[in-house]
Protein backbone atom coordinates (compact mmCIF):
# COMPACT_ATOMS: atom_id res chain seq x y z
CA UNK A 1 0.00 0.00 0.00
CA UNK A 2 1.41 3.50 -0.92
CA UNK A 3 1.17 6.62 1.52
CA UNK A 4 -0.86 9.30 -0.61
CA UNK A 5 1.61 12.36 -1.61
CA UNK A 6 1.00 15.00 0.99
CA UNK A 7 1.06 18.69 -0.31
CA UNK A 8 3.25 19.13 2.93
CA UNK A 9 5.66 16.98 1.02
CA UNK A 10 9.03 17.88 0.87
CA UNK A 11 8.54 21.07 2.92
CA UNK A 12 10.11 22.80 6.15
CA UNK A 13 7.50 23.27 7.98
CA UNK A 14 7.26 27.01 7.15
CA UNK A 15 3.56 27.56 8.82
CA UNK A 16 5.07 25.87 11.56
CA UNK A 17 8.12 28.27 11.91
CA UNK A 18 6.21 31.41 13.61
CA UNK A 19 2.81 32.98 14.36
CA UNK A 20 0.87 36.32 13.39
CA UNK A 21 -1.48 37.94 15.09
CA UNK A 22 -3.30 41.22 13.93
CA UNK A 23 -3.17 44.33 15.76
CA UNK A 24 -5.08 47.55 16.09
CA UNK A 25 -4.16 49.60 12.76
CA UNK A 26 -1.99 52.60 13.48
CA UNK A 27 -3.75 56.04 13.70
CA UNK A 28 -1.55 57.73 15.60
CA UNK A 29 2.37 58.45 16.31
CA UNK A 30 1.72 56.78 19.47
CA UNK A 31 0.11 53.71 18.01
CA UNK A 32 3.25 53.74 15.44
CA UNK A 33 5.79 53.94 18.45
CA UNK A 34 4.14 50.99 19.81
CA UNK A 35 4.54 49.37 16.52
CA UNK A 36 8.71 50.21 16.79
CA UNK A 37 8.68 48.73 19.95
CA UNK A 38 7.95 45.16 18.19
CA UNK A 39 10.07 45.55 16.08
CA UNK A 40 13.00 46.33 18.00
CA UNK A 41 12.53 42.97 19.35
CA UNK A 42 14.64 39.85 17.02
CA UNK A 43 12.60 37.62 15.03
CA UNK A 44 9.48 40.21 14.46
CA UNK A 45 7.88 41.62 11.78
CA UNK A 46 4.92 43.59 10.86
CA UNK A 47 2.69 43.24 7.57
CA UNK A 48 -0.56 44.44 6.12
CA UNK A 49 -2.76 42.33 4.09
CA UNK A 50 -6.16 43.16 2.88
CA UNK A 51 -5.76 46.62 5.02
CA UNK A 52 -5.45 44.79 8.31
CA UNK A 53 -2.36 44.81 10.56
CA UNK A 54 -0.54 42.11 11.64
CA UNK A 55 2.30 41.42 14.61
CA UNK A 56 4.19 37.70 13.41
CA UNK A 57 6.89 36.57 15.60
CA UNK A 58 9.40 33.75 14.64
CA UNK A 59 9.39 31.07 16.93
CA UNK A 60 9.39 27.25 16.09
CA UNK A 61 6.05 25.15 17.38
CA UNK A 62 7.83 22.78 19.72
CA UNK A 63 5.82 20.17 18.20
CA UNK A 64 7.93 19.61 14.97
CA UNK A 65 10.69 16.58 15.18
CA UNK A 66 14.13 16.68 13.33
CA UNK A 67 12.20 15.80 9.31
CA UNK A 68 9.41 19.06 9.82
CA UNK A 69 6.57 17.07 11.06
CA UNK A 70 4.23 17.70 13.76
CA UNK A 71 4.48 15.15 16.90
CA UNK A 72 1.02 15.52 17.89
CA UNK A 73 -0.44 15.37 14.26
CA UNK A 74 -4.18 13.73 15.76
CA UNK A 75 -4.50 15.98 18.45
CA UNK A 76 -3.07 19.37 17.07
CA UNK A 77 -4.54 22.51 17.84
CA UNK A 78 -7.62 23.78 15.82
CA UNK A 79 -5.47 26.76 13.62
CA UNK A 80 -3.26 23.77 12.59
CA UNK A 81 -6.30 21.21 11.66
CA UNK A 82 -7.90 24.20 9.51
CA UNK A 83 -4.61 25.14 7.74
CA UNK A 84 -5.13 24.59 3.96
CA UNK A 85 -1.54 23.92 2.58
CA UNK A 86 -2.56 24.60 -0.64
CA UNK A 87 -2.90 27.89 0.83
CA UNK A 88 0.61 27.86 2.38
CA UNK A 89 3.64 30.48 2.02
CA UNK A 90 5.07 27.80 0.34
CA UNK A 91 2.63 27.72 -2.50
CA UNK A 92 0.47 30.37 -2.73
CA UNK A 93 1.97 33.21 -4.29
CA UNK A 94 -0.67 35.73 -2.89
CA UNK A 95 1.24 36.28 -0.16
CA UNK A 96 2.63 39.58 -1.53
CA UNK A 97 2.24 42.07 1.54
CA UNK A 98 0.88 45.71 1.16
CA UNK A 99 3.44 46.85 3.51
CA UNK A 100 6.24 45.17 5.24
CA UNK A 101 8.54 46.01 7.79
CA UNK A 102 11.26 43.43 9.07
CA UNK A 103 12.76 46.14 12.06
CA UNK A 104 12.08 49.37 13.97
CA UNK A 105 14.67 51.46 11.26
CA UNK A 106 12.09 50.59 8.15
CA UNK A 107 9.16 51.82 9.98
CA UNK A 108 11.05 54.79 11.52
CA UNK A 109 11.29 55.68 7.59
CA UNK A 110 7.35 54.87 6.53
CA UNK A 111 6.34 57.08 9.38
CA UNK A 112 8.64 60.31 8.68
CA UNK A 113 7.61 59.76 4.94
CA UNK A 114 3.43 58.67 6.02
CA UNK A 115 3.53 62.36 8.10
CA UNK A 116 5.66 64.73 5.46
CA UNK A 117 2.75 63.44 2.89
CA UNK A 118 0.10 64.70 6.13
CA UNK A 119 1.84 68.05 6.06
CA UNK A 120 1.94 68.97 2.93
CA UNK A 121 -1.83 68.13 2.10
CA UNK A 122 -2.73 70.14 5.06
CA UNK A 123 -0.81 73.22 3.80
CA UNK A 124 -2.68 72.92 0.65
CA UNK A 125 -5.56 72.19 2.19
CA UNK A 126 -5.19 75.64 4.46
CA UNK A 127 -4.11 77.94 0.87
Known sequence: MTREKSPCDGCDARCCRYFA??????R?????DDIRWYLAHEGTRVFVEGGKW???VANP????????????YPDRPRI????DPARCERTDLEFAHEREFRNDEELV??????????????KRKRK
Open 61 to 72: CRHLDGNHRCRI
Open 28 to 32: TKADF
Open 54 to 56: FLE
Open 21 to 26: LQIDTP
Open 109 to 122: RYVAWRWRGRRKKA
Open 80 to 83: CREH
